[in-house]
C-alpha cells in the first residue's frame, strides 16, 4: 500500500528566499502530483509528474520527479507572500501526504 | 462549464442520521473521487470510481457507501453518520488515471455530527 511522506510539515519561511519540500513514497508509483490549498478553500492542480527525471515549473515554484529514489521536490524560488498555503504531494490513486503549511514572512 | 460541484455546502447531523453528499461533474469524466479532510491528515481517499456502474474503496471506506450509475453523479451516503465523520469532504473528477491526468475538486461540503 502507496504510503505518501511530506516534509516539513510547517514551513515558515522569509520572502525573498528559496526552500524545498520533499515528498517521499514509500513504493512504485506511476505519477506525483503536486496541489496547492488555501485556508477554507478547496485543492487547486498544480502539477502532474509522469515519468523519472522530470521537471515542471510555473512561476516561482519547480517539481521534480526522482523514482528511483521515491522522491518529488517542490522548490520555491524567492518567495513572495502570495505563495503562502499548503501544499500537497499525492501518488497513484491520488493518495495524498499530509501536507506543507507554508508561511511567507514580509 | 460549472466543473465539479458539491452539495450541501454545510450540513449539520445528528448521531445516528443518515445522509447523502451529492457530487457532480459536467466535463464527461470516468474517474471520480471522495475524500475527507481533517486537521493535520491531509486528505484520505475514501471510494473512488472509474466508470459509470464501477466503484471501489480507497484508505478509509468504513460508515460511506457510494455508487455510481451516471457519468456525471457520485453520491457520498453516510448510512449511520458517527461524530468521527466530523470532516470536510471533497469530491473530485478527473478523465482517468493514465496519462498528465489533472484532478479537478469540488468547493467541499463541511460536516459535522453532534
Known amino acids: 500500500e502507496l504510503k505518501v511522506e511530506q516534509n516539513p510539515l510547517f514551513l515558515s519561511m522569509q520572502e525573498g528566499k528559496n526552500y524545498t519540500i520533499y515528498c517521499n513514497y514509500s513504493t512504485t508509483s506511476d505519477r506525483l502530483y503536486w496541489y496547492r490549498q488555501d485556508p477554507g478553500k478547496s485543492l487547486e492542480s498544480l502539477f502532474v509528474l509522469l515519468s523519472n527525471g522530470a521537471v515542471k515549473q510555473e512561476g516561482r515554484l519547480m517539481a521534480s520527479l526522482d523514482t528511483k529514489a521515491r522522491l518529488s521536490t517542490l522548490h520555491i524560488t524567492a518567495a513572495v507572500h502570495d505563495l503562502s498555503a499548503t501544499y500537497f504531494c499525492a501518488g497513484d490513486k491520488i493518495i495524498f501526504g499530509k501536507g506543507t503549511r507554508l508561511h511567507i514572512l514580509p | 462549464n460549472a466543473g465539479v460541484t458539491q452539495t450541501p455546502k454545510f450540513q449539520v447531523l445528528k448521531t445516528g442520521q443518515s445522509m447523502t453528499l451529492q457530487c457532480a461533474q459536467d466535463m464527461n469524466h470516468e474517474y471520480m473521487s471522495w475524500y475527507r479532510q481533517d486537521p493535520g491528515m491531509g486528505l484520505r481517499l475514501i471510494h473512488y470510481s472509474v466508470g459509470a456502474g464501477i466503484t471501489d474503496q480507497g484508505e478509509v471506506p468504513n460508515g460511506y457507501n457510494v455508487s455510481r450509475s451516471t457519468t456525471e453523479d457520485f453520491p457520498l451516503r453516510l448510512l449511520s453518520a458517527a461524530p468521527s465523520q466530523t470532516s470536510v469532504y471533497f469530491c473530485?473528477?478527473?478523465?482517468?488515471?493514465?496519462?498528465?491526468?489533472?484532478?479537478?475538486f469540488g468547493p467541499g461540503t463541511r460536516l459535522t455530527v453532534l
Open positions: 473530485a473528477s478527473s478523465t482517468g488515471l493514465a496519462g498528465a491526468d489533472t484532478q479537478y
